[in-house]
């Protein structure tokens, strides 16, 4: 049977053995699911010697299920968010060959022939799985869903690797429901959203680039071109977001490295600024539960990375400065046990919940099915439709306004003052990574530098804020050992005489700042 249209996928990885719980489940809230159906499926994917119709986002491979062979051409084969949505030509073919003849769509078959010219098309790579599908069905809206759990190898020349994923692809109704579905199923089980096709999997395995480990992942520039809509930007910056908060949660169960909790704070303060330098354009109903969650999420991953600050360049910094009477190895050993059986135990238990599961699954729904529309705004079509540089610079004017509120009067600022106009520059310094692109580079780069030497010093007294709460953190230690209550009282006394010293450039650092051309102007 021929076939052509476009095909909307979400595509997840999980543990295998993880897949395979699921794989077994019985009922799925919400949907009724049919029996599951064993195939063994190969796949040959062929390519010119350039790679041709990789560069042009194309997949073509002929697959044998059973004893029938069928050939299939994917156009647009990128992945955001899990979320694939290619136009896609399946047709029979007699066996492990290509055969254009067969394809009926012309502008596929057309586009085929542009692309590869007269390059031939050989073998690359193939795979070979046990693909076990199931139907889901709502009755409610007309859904149905394909669920394809894969396991099984990629192969090129004498290698192999291994290929888990789930594939949920919906046949008919609405593409939020692909989101809802995988929520239902997937429950308290932490998942990633493949980064990349089966096709690109092995592009990458035939070339000698093993798969990626879970460490800590940090956010690639974001690059707009000029003329893009203020709509279309939002929705690249919420991407950029999704992958660092969802590339970290993993990052963090599968290591201790500091930097995991670390760049997912990151991620989630990225996207809570994006929440607010887009807001006019925004529905507030839509984005207020995800704003929520991240909040929240960012106050665990906050807890953690504030206590390895503590113990990492807070307290152990000053072990060789301490006087020879004084040891720091009670206090250090204390913050580690209050790190590691505490903080980093109630993060990763709130990240392995289904709430997570949810928020991320949300998040990505709200990104790709344009959830920020707001029916009862009557000038959002225009906000969302305006380019981007339009946008921007008003945006950043706005923050920067914020900013200037505070540091006019940053000698007379108290504590809190401080801290907010700490939190004020995290913002702006966040919406010139979102919209540095669109502005020469030789104007952005001087602004920054020099507020990077005022947030540095914020950044310092905010450190130190957290040395003075070690009394608290402490207390029951400091009634055990008055060695610990000394060490304490040294740390606290020799951070804040730093800070004082710090501080005294402060003013410096902003008037420099303050008096830097304004790019976005």
């Known amino acids: 049977m ?23 489940a019985g009922t799925i809230p919400g949907f009724t699911a049919g029996r599951s159906v064993t195939k063994t499926l190969q796949s040959i994917y062929y390519d010119t010697p350039d790679q041709d119709l990789r560069k042009a986002r194309i997949s073509l491979r002929v697959r044998k299920a059973g004893r029938s062979w069928v050939q299939t051409a994917k156009l647009g084969t990128g992945v955001m968010g899990g979320l694939s949505s290619p136009v896609e030509a399946e047709h029979p073919v007699p066996g492990r060959a290509l055969d254009f003849a067969v394809i009926e769509d012309e502008t596929v078959r057309d ?94 395995f035939a070339e000698g680039q093993v798969p990626e480990e879970r460490k800590p992942y940090f956010a690639e520039d974001i690059r707009f071109t000029s003329g893009t809509s203020t ?67 960012a106050g665990e991953a906050g807890a953690l990375r504030d206590l390895d600050v503590l113990l990492d360049e807070i307290v152990a910094p000053l072990v060789d400065k301490a006087p020879q009477s004084l040891s720091l190895d009670t206090l250090l050993a204390h913050l580690n046990a209050a790190r590691d059986q505490d903080t980093r135990a109630t993060l990763a238990n709130h990240l392995t919940s289904a ?32 380019p981007i540089e339009t946008y921007a610079s008003k945006a950043l004017a706005k923050q920067w306004k914020k900013v200037l509120r505070y540091g006019k009067r ?31 580079g030789d104007t952005v780069k001087p602004f920054l530098k020099r507020m990077k030497k005022l947030q540095d010093i914020f950044g310092y007294l905010n450190d130190v804020a957290m040395a003075e709460t070690l009394p608290d953190k402490c207390r029951a230690l400091e009634k055990k050992s008055p060695e610990a209550a000394r060490a304490i009282g040294f740390v606290i006394g020799w951070h804040e005489a730093q800070c004082q010293a710090s501080w005294q450039h402060a003013k410096g650092y902003w008037d420099a700042t303050r008096q830097t051309s304004k790019f976005w102007t």
């Open 231 to 297: 709509e279309l930007a939002f929705r690249d910056v919420l991407r950029s977001c999704l992958t660092q908060i969802s590339e970290n949660r993993l990052a963090v169960l599968a290591s201790d490295d500091p930097e995991g909790p670390h760049q997912l704070r990151i991620g989630l303060r990225r996207l809570r600024s994006a929440f607010r330098l887009f807001k006019p354009a925004l529905n507030p109903a839509s984005m207020g539960p995800l704003d929520a969650m991240a909040r929240t999420i």
């Open 410 to 440: 940053l000698e007379d600022l108290s504590i809190t003052e401080r801290h907010e106009m700490r939190k004020a520059m995290k913002k702006m310094r966040y919406g010139i990574e979102f919209f540095g692109s669109l502005f020469p």
């Open 2 to 24: 021929s076939k052509s249209g476009r095909e909307i996928e979400l595509k997840l990885e999980l543990e295998p053995t993880a897949q395979d719980a699921i794989r077994r």
């Open 111 to 204: 586009k085929l022939v542009e692309i590869t010219g007269d390059a031939p098309l050989t073998e690359c790579f193939e795979t070979v799985m046990k693909r076990t599908t199931r139907q889901l069905t709502r009755e409610s809206d007309g859904t149905h869903i394909e669920l394809a759990f894969d396991t099984g190898n990629i192969l090129a020349g004498t290698g192999t690797q291994p290929l888990v994923e789930l594939e949920m692809e919906l046949k008919s109704g609405p593409s939020l429901a692909l989101f809802e579905a995988a929520r239902a199923l997937l429950c308290d089980v932490p998942f990633r959203f493949s980064p990349y096709s089966k096709a690109e999997r092995g592009y990458r």
């Open 355 to 386: 709430d997570v599961n949810a928020f991320l699954l949300d998040l990505a729904a709200y990104t790709e099915g344009r959830g920020w529309l707001d029916p009862e705004n009557v000038d959002q079509t225009a906000q969302l439709a305006q």
